[in-house]
């Protein structure tokens, strides 16, 4: 019998900069429901910002929870993101700054064509 199990290895590409959320013991992350979580734009181990989503954590009643860094992750206003989606809808790579993206829209159209 073959093993039809593709073999692979995942190369976790770690960014320095990225943003703080604050998540609960519960596994959830703080936000206001309308998808907007409450994050700080920041890089890894920087104190200072740890400290500051932990005071506004705490001064909104989450006491319970932790900083957690989310690596390579960004704000994005509500303007953009509406862009995003027209961008998606209309066939384009929704961000205009994800270089990954676009390398690998180059690579599918070298292997497969344009159309």
Avoid: C
């Avoid at 199990?5 to 992350?29: A, H």
């Avoid at 009643?61 to 390579?72: N, T, V």
Wanted: no cysteine.
């Amino acid at each position: 019998m073959v093993d039809s199990t593709p073999k692979l290895t995942v190369i976790k590409k770690n960014r320095k900069d990225g943003i703080y959320v604050w998540k609960l013991s519960n596994g959830k992350v703080v936000g206001d429901g309308n998808g907007n979580i409450m994050n700080i734009p920041a890089e890894e181990f920087d104190l200072e910002a740890i400290s500051k989503i932990t005071k506004v954590a705490h001064h909104y009643g989450y006491s319970e929870g932790k900083a957690e860094f989310w690596s390579g992750t960004r704000r994005v206003s509500d303007e953009e993101y509406s862009e995003q989606l027209d961008r998606m809808k209309e066939g384009y790579i929704p961000s205009e700054t994800d270089i990954g993206a676009f390398m690998d829209a180059e690579r599918g159209i070298a292997r497969y064509g344009n159309g």
